[in-house]
């Protein structure tokens, strides 16, 4: 089992910046692929960013392309999301996922294609 725990989420005015984070735990590996994802009430769960386990690729949705990067720090076992120009559309409760996969090489954008899931921390944005 892996267990994730996401911090950082808190109130910021539109146009700022913030800084989530994701520590891992359990039984990781270190080769897992890691993604972000985030959720309005009443909406599906939304595919933010995705970085391979070896940190050498990423992908982002399309509603944050540019303004999200995704890295990871294997040393400390953490996955962070930089967000910046942020605006009341980001307002959300942000994910880190894990696959339960180790090593692969097809990072999914679909929440079905994760196995572990943190408990989510909350972003608003404020205009």
């Known amino acids: 089992q892996v267990q994730l725990k996401e911090s950082g989420g808190g109130p910021v005015q539109a146009g700022g910046s913030l800084r989530l984070s994701c520590a891992a735990s359990?039984?990781?590996?270190?080769?897992?692929?890691i993604a972000w994802f985030r959720q309005v009430p009443g909406r599906e769960r939304e595919f933010i960013a995705a970085?391979?386990?070896?940190?050498?690729?990423?992908y982002y949705g399309n509603s944050v392309q540019g303004r999200f990067t995704i890295s990871r720090d294997d040393a400390v076992n953490a996955v962070y999301l930089q967000m910046s120009s942020l605006s009341p559309l980001d307002s959300a409760v942000y994910y880190c996922?894990?696959?339960?996969?180790?090593?692969?090489?097809?990072?999914?954008?679909?929440?079905?294609?994760?196995?572990?899931w943190g408990q989510g921390t909350q972003v608003t944005v404020s205009s």
């Open positions: 996922a894990a696959e339960g996969l180790e090593g692969a090489t097809v990072i999914p954008i679909l929440p079905s294609g994760y196995d572990y």
């Open positions: 359990g039984r990781t590996s270190r080769r897992e692929n």
């Open positions: 970085i391979s386990w070896s940190g050498g690729r990423t």
